[in-house]
Structures are given as C-alpha cells and as structure tokens.
C-alpha cells in the first residue's frame, strides 16, 4: 500500500460520489448520494472496470478510522436525548422488528445462494 495508491482509491471514491451527486440532482431523484456511489462501486467491481487493489488501500484506512467517522454523530445524540428517552419504546421495538426482518432475509439469501451454488443440492 502506497501514497500514490491510497491516492488514487480516495480520488476514484471521492469521483464515485461526486458522480451520484450530480446524478441524483439532474434527475431530482431523493436518495442517499454515498448509497448510490457504494452501489455504482459494486458494480464497477464486479463487471472489472475498476480493479479491487485500485481502491482496497482507501477502503483499508476508511475502515480503520470508522470509529473516529461516527464519533460526531454519537456526540450529537446527546444534543436529542430527551426525545429519544420520550421515544424509547418506539425505538426498541423498531429496533427487535428490523434486526429480526434483517436475520430472516438473510437466513433466506444465504440458503439461496447456497443452494444455486451446489447446484440444487442442500
């Protein structure tokens, strides 16, 4: 992993992102800018156009420092505490319903996946 690697992958992100931005905004279309840029990334990396190793120096540090990224958020949390202590209830239910929505499907895709990759066979 070099400067000039680490460089690149941060300038092919940074130009992903830049490129869901304008996009979203031409078609006036509401959606997370970064979600898109991520989905425009998977698919840049499964159909080969952009090779693993030209973003996985980035990726590796953006990783590393993930804490650090979300510190300001957990910071501001503190700012709407008492809506949140208003709002508890609400939020742990939604919280128990979607981990469980989330663990059913992917229970679901695995076994999919798993099924067409053997060929049928379970």
């Known amino acids: 992993m070099t400067a000039g690697s680490i460089l690149r992958g941060i300038a092919i992100l940074l130009a992903l992102q830049w490129v869901s931005v304008l996009f979203l905004q031409a078609l006036h279309i509401a ?3 970064a979600l898109l840029g991520m989905i ?3 698919v840049l990396l499964l159909t ?3 090779r693993e190793e030209s973003v996985e120096g ?3 540090i953006l990783i590393e420092k993930m804490g650090m990224l979300f510190l300001p958020a957990g910071i501001s949390m503190l700012l709407y505490l008492d809506i949140i202590k208003a709002e508890s209830i609400a939020i742990f239910i939604t919280i128990i319903v979607s981990s469980l929505i989330i663990l059913i499907t992917t229970t679901a ?3 999919l996946v798993s099924k067409h990759s053997k060929g049928g066979k379970h």
Do not use: D
């Open 31 to 33: 959606f997370p800018p």
């Open 40 to 42: 425009l990334l998977a």
């Open 48 to 50: 080969g156009v952009i």
């Open 58 to 60: 980035a990726c590796t």
């Open 109 to 111: 895709f695995v076994e």
